[in-house]
């Protein structure tokens, strides 16, 4: 008999919007808007386009500076949220200039320190133990932050890390620019729709695992990138973004991960079914393989049989089948994670359809290799 193994909780979820977590996501969102225009294209909300055209030209210079010196996931920026602690209940209902009066409280040293941390992690992203230097040898921090610039010309950068007044200091006008001169009146407009879709959100995080929560918000699957995480994760936070379209956007910061999501699919999702996203049909090796295994049972063979006719509740198809609900549990989540069937929350339940483009996908691969055979 094997040894007994005690075995991990699954993450705790929820769901929120506040002040420094949308300004968080706008901020880095807009940074990358920036990054869009110089390349003369951007799949971006054209509002972040102009949203950073928007700013004076000291602003856009610090918002290249301040978010372009800690790797491609903005560290920097962060940072300031958890030492904030942000996500605590008693901040959630925080005003910006709650947020702004708690960062200026924080000594100057403790902005240098969240730069070096956020360099850090960089390092940590590559297999890496690296440690910031301990002096101010401007030679020294040249070769730590060299890893993280992004966009920010390194020699800039390490004369404001180097210098932690001046880094508390452009760093809180630049939050205080882009709040005051693009955010605020988005923000204002959109909050009463942001608490409608967490109203929403929150009951879909009943009895569901984080990847599946993710997928009914957002209509994609999670990346392997952060579901290969979230073993590292005790609690995952779902906050509404406007202006997030299709991009995917997270904050892995152990044990907590924030995933955001655009508040006006899930209010599509409300009214009519899921549609997982598939690459012009071309199916890679392992997504075919992934379709074959998930047909392979009959039970999940005859759950796909009974959804040609339309869709059905959990509850339908559990009925039909006449086996166990967690086993019929078990054959959609199967199922859901091949993308073989859609699934669209409504009044407490899971409808699920059968997502016929991947289907079709499956069978015109099986014709291909028919047709390429020798006779």
Not at 9 to 14: E, V
Not at 21 to 50: C, H, K, M, N
Request: hydrophobic share 45%; proline share 5%; net charge negative.
């Amino acid at each position: 008999m094997g040894q007994l193994i005690v075995g991990r909780p699954a993450p705790r979820q929820y769901v929120a919007v506040s002040v420094p977590l949308a300004l968080t996501s706008a901020i880095s969102l807009a940074f990358r808007a920036g990054y869009a225009v110089d390349q003369e294209e951007s799949a971006l909300d054209p509002w972040l386009v102009d949203a950073w055209r928007g700013l004076d030209e000291d602003l856009r210079h610090d918002l290249d500076l301040l978010l372009g010196f800690s790797g491609r996931l903005l560290y920097y920026i962060e940072e300031m949220l958890f030492a904030f602690d942000a996500l605590a209940p008693e901040q959630l209902n925080a005003s910006f200039d709650d947020y702004l009066s708690f960062l200026r409280s924080l000594p100057a040293q403790q902005f240098k320190d969240m730069a070096a941390r956020s360099v850090v992690r960089v390092y940590r992203d590559r297999g890496l133990a690296e440690e910031p230097p301990e002096g101010d040898d401007p030679h020294d921090w040249r070769m730590f932050l060299r890893p993280a610039i992004t966009r920010a010309n390194i020699d800039e950068a390490v004369s404001l890390v180097i210098s932690p007044s001046q880094l508390k200091l452009r760093t809180l006008a630049l939050l205080e620019g882009f709040w005051r001169e693009v955010f605020a009146d988005e923000y204002r407009a959109t909050l009463p729709t942001l608490r409608q879709v967490v109203r929403v959100a929150q009951s879909l995080t009943h009895g569901s695992s984080a990847q599946q929560t993710f997928a009914e918000l957002t209509g994609h699957r999670l990346p392997e990138e952060i579901s290969s995480r979230l073993r590292d994760v005790d609690q995952v936070l779902f906050s509404p973004s406007t202006r997030l379209g299709q991009f995917i956007q997270y904050i892995l910061y152990r044990p907590v991960l924030i995933l955001y999501f655009n508040p006006a699919t899930i209010m599509e999702l409300r009214t009519g079914p899921m549609r997982m996203p598939v690459d012009d049909q071309e199916l890679s090796t392992t997504q075919l393989l992934e379709g074959f295994r998930a047909l392979s049972d009959p039970s999940r063979m005859r759950i796909v049989e009974m959804l040609r006719d339309g869709e059905l509740y959990a509850q339908e198809i559990v009925a039909q089948l006449g086996i166990s609900q967690s086993a019929v549990s078990r054959h959609l989540s199967t199922l859901e994670s091949a993308d073989l069937v859609t699934v669209r929350p409504a009044n407490g339940m899971k409808y699920y359809a059968i997502y016929r483009e991947r289907l079709n996908a499956l069978a015109a691969r099986l014709v291909a290799l028919a047709d390429s055979a020798q006779g």
